[in-house]
């Protein structure tokens, strides 16, 4: 499954700033697999290797949301990044799988940069492009084709088991004492259902504090299918939005809130999202659409300003 515009403008260019102008470690690999008799060599970081998270870690985690949404996962196994510098001809690395002794798990790349280089996945290419990510099952072989335009190749791996679609799970963020979510964990519901066999939020919490030494109070129920106040499935949506880490607990309107973006903007309680003074911006024409123009907020000035930058 291939999935374009994944994340927004802004927090794109946020990540790309760090990667590939900031204070970012990128570390030699002679060639891409120890096994790899082609002997390609590339830069690479790992943002997550045997439950150890890298310094760089916060600078995806609004990345790993949306994944974690958009493909129900229960664990990263593995993420890291991978930078290809440019060759004079087209080169492809070794067909491989990411963890070959392990079954059900599934894989997703993410492009950072638009090149002339590709991804084959099975017997399919999946051509870079900026902001696109693909999904695809982890025991399917694949392998990178460099690029011969641009300087740098820049791609991020994911490597992640999903929940069993049969078992039904329930999502709880855990509350700092400051209101700020900063963990979100999932429960079977069988793990909630009081003595009728009813689920019930307060079992998931008291369960919770059993187990994780934290107070059933500061345990509040989510749902990963609740953005905006719309329920993803047509269903009734809970508190707003599912939680993410840095998100703030709102009591009084039983809102799950995003950090706020602009100083100037305000809380919007019926779709349990930030406004900007002004409101949204204007619709864009399909010529605008067609030559990837979008509208900015501009804080100094108060308004927005229509760019394709």
Same mark, same amino acid.
């Given at each position: ?14 990540? /790309? /700033? ?5 204070? *970012?470690? %990128? ?9 790899? /008799?082609?002997? !390609?060599?590339?830069? +690479? ?14 600078? =995806? +985690?609004?990345?790993? +949301? ?8 229960? #664990? ?27 079954? &059900? ?30 999904? *695809? @099952? ?8 460099? !690029?011969? &335009? ?14 069993? #679609? ?17 963990? =979100? ?17 307060? =079992? ?7 187990? @994780? ?5 500061? %345990? ?5 299918? $609740? *953005? ?7 269903? $009734? ?11 703030? %607990?709102?009591? &009084? @309107? ?5 950090? /706020? ?24 024409? !399909? ?9 900015? %907020?501009?804080? +100094?000035?108060?308004?927005? @300003?229509?760019?394709?930058?």
């Amino acid at each position: 499954m291939i999935v374009d515009n994944f994340i927004n403008k802004k927090e794109l260019n946020k990540i /790309k /700033k760090e990667m590939l102008h900031g204070d *970012f470690n %990128w570390f030699y690999c002679q060639k891409s697999l120890d096994y790899d /008799k082609k002997t !390609q060599p590339m830069f +690479e970081h790992s943002f997550l290797r045997n439950d150890m998270k890298s310094y760089k870690f916060n600078m =995806v +985690e609004n990345l790993l +949301e949306k994944i974690i949404k958009k493909r129900n996962v229960k #664990k990263f196994l593995r993420i890291k990044s991978n930078l290809y510098l440019k060759n004079s001809k087209k080169k492809s690395h070794t067909p491989h799988t990411d963890f070959p002794n392990l079954k &059900d798990y599934e894989t997703a790349i993410f492009y950072l940069t638009n090149t002339n280089g590709s991804t084959t996945i099975g017997d399919k290419k999946v051509n870079d492009k900026e902001n696109r990510i693909v999904f *695809f @099952n982890g025991n399917v072989n694949h392998y990178a084709n460099t !690029q011969t &335009d641009k300087t740098e190749r820049v791609v991020i791996n994911i490597n992640y088991e999903k929940y069993n #679609k049969n078992i039904i799970m329930a999502h709880f963020a855990k509350l700092g004492s400051n209101g700020k979510v900063i963990q =979100v964990l999932t429960l079977n519901n069988g793990d909630m259902l009081n003595a009728d066999g009813i689920e019930d939020e307060t =079992v998931g919490q008291q369960y919770l504090e059993r187990n @994780n030494n934290w107070s059933a109070e500061m %345990w509040i129920q989510t749902s990963y299918n $609740t *953005f905006a106040n719309q329920h993803r499935n047509g269903g $009734t949506p809970l508190r707003g939005n599912y939680a993410g880490i840095g998100y703030t %607990w709102d009591e &009084d @309107n039983q809102i799950f809130w995003s950090k /706020k973006p602009y100083a100037s903007w305000v809380k919007h309680i019926e779709t349990a999202s930030w406004k900007s003074p002004i409101g949204d911006p204007p619709e864009l024409t !399909q010529e605008q659409k067609n030559d990837n123009f979008h509208y900015q %907020w501009n804080e +100094e000035n108060q308004n927005w @300003n229509l760019t394709n930058t």
